[in-house]
C-alpha cells in the first residue's frame, strides 16, 4: 500500500496545469487532456479512483495542492482497523450432537429416502 502511495506520488508530478474551484473541485491537466476532480466525492473524471479505490495521480495533485496527506484520502478498506473489525468476530464451537436439546420435531435420514423419492434424474449411476 504504502509503495502504491508512492508510486502515485510521482506520478501526480506529470500533471501540469490546475484551476482550483470552490468546495474542492479541480481542474487537472495531463498533456493535452483535462480532468475534473472533486475530492469530497472522490472523483475523477479518468474513474481510476472509483476503480482502484486509491486516489490517483489527478487527485493526488490536488492533494498535494492543499497540503493534505496523501494516506487520509485512501478509502477505509485499506485501513489497519477495518482490518481488524472484519476479523474480531469468531466462529463458535458447536456442541456434539448428544448435548443438543431434545425437540417434538421429526428427525431427518438422507438414509431413509428410497431412489424413487429422489427421482430418477437425481441419481447418479455407478459405473461397473
Ligand atoms: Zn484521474
Same mark, same amino acid.
Given at each position: 500500500m504504502h509503495k502504491k502511495l508512492i508510486k502515485i506520488d510521482m506520478e501526480r508530478r506529470n500533471c501540469k496545469d490546475m484551476i482550483h474551484g470552490v468546495q474542492g473541485e479541480f481542474d487537472v491537466t495531463?498533456?493535452?487532456?483535462?480532468?475534473?476532480?472533486?475530492?469530497?466525492?472522490?472523483?475523477?473524471?479518468?474513474r481510476k479512483w472509483h476503480i482502484?479505490? +486509491?486516489?490517483?495521480?489527478?487527485?493526488?495533485?490536488?492533494?498535494?495542492?492543499?497540503?493534505?496527506? +496523501?494516506?487520509?484520502?485512501?478509502?477505509?478498506?485499506?485501513?489497519?482497523?477495518?482490518?481488524?473489525? +472484519?476479523?474480531?468476530?469468531?466462529?463458535?464451537p458447536i456442541a456434539a450432537p448428544q448435548m443438543w436439546e431434545k425437540r417434538n420435531l421429526p428427525e431427518l435420514d438422507a438414509h431413509m429416502l428410497k431412489k424413487e423419492q429422489l427421482g430418477h434424474d437425481n441419481i447418479k449411476e455407478e459405473s461397473p
Open positions: 495531463e498533456r493535452h487532456t483535462n480532468f475534473i476532480v472533486r475530492l469530497k466525492d472522490k472523483f475523477c473524471d479518468c482502484t479505490v +486509491l486516489p490517483y495521480k489527478h487527485a493526488a495533485r490536488c492533494i498535494f495542492r492543499k497540503k493534505l496527506q +496523501l494516506e487520509d484520502n485512501v478509502d477505509d478498506c485499506f485501513n489497519v482497523d477495518t482490518y481488524k473489525n +472484519l476479523y474480531n468476530h469468531i466462529v463458535h
